[in-house]
Each structure stands twice: as C-alpha cells, then as structure tokens.
C-alpha cells in the first residue's frame, strides 16, 4: 500500500494478465504486487512472465510519467 510513496516507485497490482500488461504499456510500472491469496503460483508466474516481458509504451504515456515524478 505504501510503495508508491517511494520515490522513483511505480507499483501496480496485478490480478491478471491483462492489468500486468497495462501497467507495464501506460504506466511504466517498475513494481508489481500480486496478492498471495487471491491466485495460484501457476497463475502468478504467468502474470510475472507477461509484466516482464511487456515494454513501456512511451508516447502520450511518457507524458504521464513525467507529471508524477518529484
């Protein structure tokens, strides 16, 4: 809950495959937080390989990015 707070972070929660891409497409996410109870260790591992293998978009996203940080 807190690790936005810290500077340069940029977590995002994944609870599927979908939200683990986006994060990575729109919102260059460098974090990812998947929940313990809520998904099987196959089903996590899936979310991870597709987080990491998803690049940043850039673009109007870029853009984005550069309002948040300090």
Known sequence: MV???VPGIR???GWNEQTAKWSRLHN????LALGQRTM???TALLIVRVWLETPFEGGRHGQRIQQIEP
Do not use: G, Q, V, W
């Open 3 to 5: 690790a936005n707070k």
């Open 40 to 42: 099987d260790e196959a």
């Open 28 to 31: 260059d996410a460098n974090l």
């Open 11 to 13: 977590c995002a929660l």
